[in-house]
């Protein structure tokens, strides 16, 4: 037996063991960087709060549907391998696995006895979790009710065990992949769904266009042209903008990093690509905090003319506006609001 106490032993331990039964608590977000899915076989998990129902989704979709089983009550943490097991208290999720998570230790077990019990202990909770859930369509609507559970904590601000790790500030934030950061205004109001489209791509099992709320699977979206050079991964900074161009006063600046680009998923011209954020892809820390002096630097510098294409006029249609300039102006603006917020900290500047 071999005691891990720490994200580094149980990472190796992982890829020590190649798990091919897993039987956990929780899945979450990052859950596939630390096991092989060639080597997966079955998974149980507890389709409750706490869980991700995307991630289980997702699982779902690369190893089908009959080999994810669903068990409310299962608290167990299990990582069974042919001559290996790890048992101890880390989730399949970065909030478990990774450097920045939640301290979790774990046992490595290799003893022949001991590894014939796991195998019948997780075959017992596979017979129960058949039994409790024996049809796809019985996963499915957990999977919705999980989704509405967990929209509904996340709206209360209730921790759902799926953090990310914390970003750095401003000031100590490397401009180093500055070609996956936009910085794009918004004005709130009602979108035209083409729900077709949407339909096509969202991460949903069996869903029919007219069975799709966007917030059972998007945390944000933000329309674009179909032209704007985006990809998934990038980082949307979203500033509200008045009606003459101007940050708002009022509210806040917010991260989305995008995960889905749905291809005319809206009909309002000329905004007609629909860029989202799901729940549960937003693996990667935010680029950088933005903390209540971060947001009053972005918010007054983008008044200044020098930064003129990272908002729209006043004097001229907004729909006229386009992303290419705005992102050749990002490496000077975000340069800008560095060199502002060292100074203000007493900070040596890099």
Known sequence: MKICSNAEQLRNALNEIKPTRIAVAYVGAGWEKYISLEDLEEIIVSPTLGSNPFAIEEIMRKK?????HFLDRLHTKLYL?????LLGSPNLSDNDFSDSGKFEAGVVISESSSLKKLGDIFKGYKEQAIRDYPTPGSKLEKLKQLTKLRN???????DTACNDENPPSIGDYQLTQLYRIHIVWYIPGDLNYNWVEIAKVVPAIGLEANDIDLNDYFSDWCPFREEDSINEGDWILLWRSTNYGL????ANLRWMQLHCIIPNGVYDTPWTMLACQSHTWQT?????FLDAQTTNLIREALTLDRFH??????????????LAPADELVPEFLQYIKEQYQ???H????
């Open 284 to 288: 990667d820390p935010e680029p950088f």
């Open 347 to 350: 900070l040596e500047p890099d």
């Open 247 to 250: 940050p708002h006063g009022r």
């Open 343 to 345: 100074q203000n900290n």
């Open 81 to 85: 391998g042919e001559n290996y097991a």
């Open 152 to 158: 509904k904590a996340n709206w209360n601000s209730v």
């Open 309 to 322: 294409n990272l908002r729209w006029s006043s004097d001229d249609e907004y729909n006229n506006w386009q």
């Open 64 to 68: 089908g549907e009959e080999n994810v």
